[in-house]
């Protein structure tokens, strides 16, 4: 995989559709090495070819099943998970481009982002139980979340293929474009996050990362907490000037 930074934004780009053992070790690194880096404003994922990600290596997969299969998805817990919770932890909106086939924990990976750009057309599936297994990567959690338990159900229970445009329908994803057109349109949507109120952004994913399970009076009080603190930042004070002068703010992330 490849790391390019420019604008505030760095963009990861996967370079095969399926996570081997060496994919994903390189994937979590430079996951943790964006999120530690404050010159990060915003963070594009994306793939290449015909395939954004299509989950496990499964000719890896299977050389790991031959040689001990007690031991085979022990990868789960080793690496999927910390994978996922090191992009749940990015503060920083995370964009995903998916140009091509979206499957399996790819499909895991792609719902951990904040934002979706997808190509027409594109494939998802589920897959897990089409190879007898049950979901990772937190998808059943992002599928009951995004579409409710009945859809996340049938999703996970029938992995049969669903197009971007379906996905749209669902919520799943956010913009539909021509295959050509992704990574300029996630680019483009990750240069105008990364030239945002990116504290706001901060208190905005810290939120919706409870607000599912938490009582209207703990919701409410951690409201009231970060709109205090955010009333303390300069990008506030910048928009409010900007609001009142007629003029669009410039905001610098502090």
């Not at 007690?70 to 964009?95: D, G, H, K, M, Q």
Request: a negative charge.
């Amino acid at each position: 995989m490849t790391r390019d930074d420019a604008g505030g934004v760095a963009t990861l780009t996967l370079q095969r559709p399926g996570l081997s053992h060496a994919l994903r070790t390189e994937l979590l690194a430079e996951v943790q090495a964006v999120a530690a880096d404050e010159s990060v404003r915003a963070v594009l994922i994306t793939g290449t070819g015909r395939a954004f990600c299509v989950g496990q290596d499964l000719a890896e997969h299977l050389e790991s099943l031959r040689g001990n299969a007690a031991t085979s998805l022990n990868v789960v817990v080793e690496e999927y998970n910390p994978l996922i919770l090191a992009l749940s932890a990015v503060r920083v909106p995370v964009v995903v481009g998916i140009n091509g086939a979206c499957a399996g924990a790819g499909l895991g990976i792609a719902l951990a982002g904040d934002l979706r750009v997808a190509a027409a057309g594109t494939k998802f599936t589920t897959a897990f139980t089409g190879v007898g297994l049950s979901s990772d990567s937190a998808l059943a959690s992002r599928l009951v979340h995004c579409v409710g338990g009945s859809r996340a159900a049938q999703l996970l229970l029938t992995p049969d293929p669903f197009t971007a445009e379906t996905a749209q329908l669902w919520g799943l994803v956010h913009r539909v474009v021509p295959a050509d057109q992704v990574l300029g349109e996630a680019q483009a949507l990750a240069a105008r996050l990364a030239a945002g109120p990116t504290a706001a952004y901060r208190a905005v994913k810290t939120v919706l990362a409870t607000a599912a399970t938490d009582s209207l009076e703990d919701t409410l009080a951690l409201e009231a907490r970060l709109q205090s603190e955010l009333g303390k930042t300069a990008d506030h004070l910048e928009a409010v000037e900007a609001f009142l002068e007629k003029r669009a703010p410039e905001f610098t992330g502090r």
